[in-house]
């Protein structure tokens, strides 16, 4: 696998912008891990292993706020959640018949908002059979720099200003944006993040805590249904 | 806070995490990339990270909480003005809004 041109292929897509737009919030992470106390291993776990930076920073506080280990596992179901989607649908996209379940369930690992956008901004021009290994190219790359920028971040947040600290932190956000209105061909995909959004906003002041996911899904199953003929006349 | 505890939390954290991915991937098993469900669930994920996006700009926090409200909105119109006044240019506009947030933060 790690040899075929496919993944090869996914590796180069990820270098460059979505490596920087998640390599400088993990950066950031990883500068905010030195200043709260953490250990630099303790650093290199949390990317290795969770690869979820609003959960990781999720944790962090909760520890920092002094949460138990079943508060610190709801909080972080909880913020992450939004994968189980994204999961769900990226799956059919790059599985196929060569591709055991093991493997299917190890490479869910690499699914992150970064990986989701870029992975559906190509899929259509990928042949099937490559789609997998293209996947663990782009996703596996993307997770690897995630790690490498959380230690660089860690060691080098005394030689960094705040303020550059801060822009770091802006980059992925503006990064998600402008990928979401690049995607923005189909009228449900315009409604259902017009939706997101405002619905997001309004809800926060009832239920912050699960005002991401009812939201999306409130706007999602909307979008969807006023303009599931349009798919149909593709 | 002890070093055991912190490690015990990444794990929490970890299966946190993986346990949305994994039942993601046992969810999609039945799933084909033609069904009504597939655009459905599509349609759900864009509107999850439209709703991260807004809530990120607009109710942030940790480090960007610290900064003003003015900063973060006027910085995302940024971006978007360059992106689509420069041919679609994701890095110009995702580099130009962070250098201009960075500065607001430091000026304003």
Redesign the interface.
Known sequence: MFSSQPFKDGVKHAI??PA??LG?SMF?FGA?LNSA???IF?SF??TF????L??????A????AGGS??N???A??LT??????????I???IRNQNVSKWK??LT??F?A?TS??NMFAVHQNIKQEDKFDYFVGLGGFLWANSVVCTIAGYLFSNVVSH?????????N???????????LKEK??IC??????????IL?SFI?GW???V???????I??ILF?KE?VHE | ?S?Q?????????????????????Y??RN???DS?V??????????????????????P????G??TSFS?IS??II??VI?FSFK?N??L???V???S??LV??YI
Request: aromatic share 14%; glycine share 8%; with cysteine.
């Open positions: 460059g912008v920087l737009g400088s950031a905010f106390g953490f250990d303790q776990c949390s292993f969770t690869f979820a609003p959960g990781q920073f999720v944790m506080e909760t520890i920092l280990l079943l610190i596992f709801l972080v179901l992450n959640g939004r994968l189980y989607p994204m999961t769900v649908n799956t059919p996209v299917q369930y869910s690992h699914i908002v989701w956008f303020e550059i600290l801060v822009g770091m932190v802006f980059i956000p503006m990064y998600f944006l402008i990928m979401t209105v690049s995607n449900m995909m259902s993040v017009l939706l997101g959004a405002s619905l997001s906003i926060n912050p005002s991401v996911l939201a999306g899904i409130l706007a999602g199953s979008g969807y599931k798919i | 806070m070093s505890f912190i490690y015990l939390s990444i794990l929490a954290a970890s299966l946190g995490t993986y346990f949305c991915r994994a039942f993601g991937v969810s999609a799933i084909s990339t009504p597939f655009h459905w669930i599509k349609c759900v994920s864009i509107g999850v990270i439209s709703a991260v996006i807004a809530r990120i700009i607009l109710f926090e940790g480090i960007l610290e900064a973060r910085c995302t971006a978007l992106y679609k994701v890095l506009a995702v580099i809004s962070a250098i947030f960075a933060n430091h």
